[in-house]
């Protein structure tokens, strides 16, 4: 894992995109050595089901009260939105590791040239997300809901990463524990320039 770290925290990666396949073959590395012992922790796995319910919640709010709708006009329709290239860097190895626990697939490459590495032609195609991606809302979302619908919204958010939260930290304590590391590189997001500039 060491040798992971120093990796992870270099600055000279080739492309954009490498820095989180670092964090996705950590993330797939922990899963493949102790996937099956988090699976068959009763607690960690009710706390994984509450977290799962509660995106599901999240997502369901934003669909009903347009906020997926508004995203997909401004993105795709307008060519503008916020989902840019470099912002995939969000996504910790905790928060990677947390959609593989969740059996969610991740995709292999960038479908949209100078979008983020998850978006796709429909909007974000990451199940669990970053908490950046989760609190923010532009002036234009932030007018396009009632106050009802907002307090309703961040409640769902509040909720789903808080849930989060406790998980990413289960998951760190027992990794250390099990390791004998102190394992920094689980909540890394860190930005990557081409050249290492
Ligand atoms: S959050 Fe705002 S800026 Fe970002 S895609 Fe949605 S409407 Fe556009
Ligand atoms: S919401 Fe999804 S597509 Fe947008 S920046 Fe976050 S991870 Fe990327």
Same mark, same amino acid.
């Given at each position: 894992?060491?040798?992971?770290?120093?990796?992870?925290? &270099?600055?000279?990666?080739?492309?954009p995109?490498?820095?989180?396949?670092?964090k996705?073959?950590?993330?797939q590395?922990?899963f493949?050595?102790?996937?099956?012992?988090?699976?068959?922790?009763?607690?960690?796995?009710e706390?994984?089901k509450?977290?799962?319910?509660?995106?599901?919640?999240?997502?369901?709010?934003?669909?009903?009260f347009?906020?997926?709708?508004?995203?997909?006009?401004?993105?795709?329709?307008?060519?503008?939105?916020c989902?840019?290239?470099g912002l995939?860097?969000?996504?910790? /190895?905790?928060?990677?590791?947390?959609?593989?626990?969740?059996k969610?697939?991740?995709?292999?490459?960038?479908? /949209?040239?100078?979008?983020?590495?998850?978006?796709?032609?429909?909007?974000?195609k990451?199940?669990?997300?970053?908490?950046?991606?989760?609190?923010?809302?532009?002036?234009?979302?932030?007018d396009?809901?009632?106050?009802e619908?907002? /307090?309703?919204?961040?409640?769902a958010?509040?909720e789903?990463?808080?849930? &989060?939260?406790?998980?990413?930290?289960?998951?760190?304590?027992?990794?250390?524990?099990?390791?004998?590391?102190?394992?920094?590189?689980?909540?890394?997001?860190g930005?990557?320039?081409?050249?290492?500039k």
């Amino acid at each position: 894992m060491k040798t992971r770290l120093q990796k992870i925290f &270099q600055r000279r990666f080739a492309l954009p995109e490498e820095l989180l396949f670092e964090k996705v073959s950590l993330a797939q590395e922990i899963f493949e050595n102790y996937g099956e012992y988090f699976l068959k922790l009763k607690d960690f796995v009710e706390l994984l089901k509450k977290y799962e319910k509660a995106i599901e919640i999240s997502n369901k709010r934003m669909d009903e009260f347009q906020s997926f709708s508004e995203c997909y006009v401004c993105t795709v329709l307008e060519g503008k939105g916020c989902c840019k290239a470099g912002l995939e860097n969000e996504a910790t /190895v905790a928060i990677i590791l947390l959609n593989f626990l969740l059996k969610k697939e991740l995709p292999k490459e960038r479908e /949209v040239p100078g979008r983020c590495f998850f978006v796709g032609p429909v909007g974000c195609k990451l199940f669990a997300r970053p908490p950046l991606c989760r609190e923010f809302f532009c002036r234009r979302l932030l007018d396009t809901f009632k106050q009802e619908e907002y /307090v309703l919204i961040t409640q769902a958010i509040a909720e789903e990463l808080t849930l &989060q939260g406790i998980l990413v930290r289960y998951i760190k304590k027992e990794l250390e524990f099990l390791t004998g590391e102190f394992l920094y590189e689980l909540d890394i997001t860190g930005y990557s320039s081409p050249g290492g500039k």
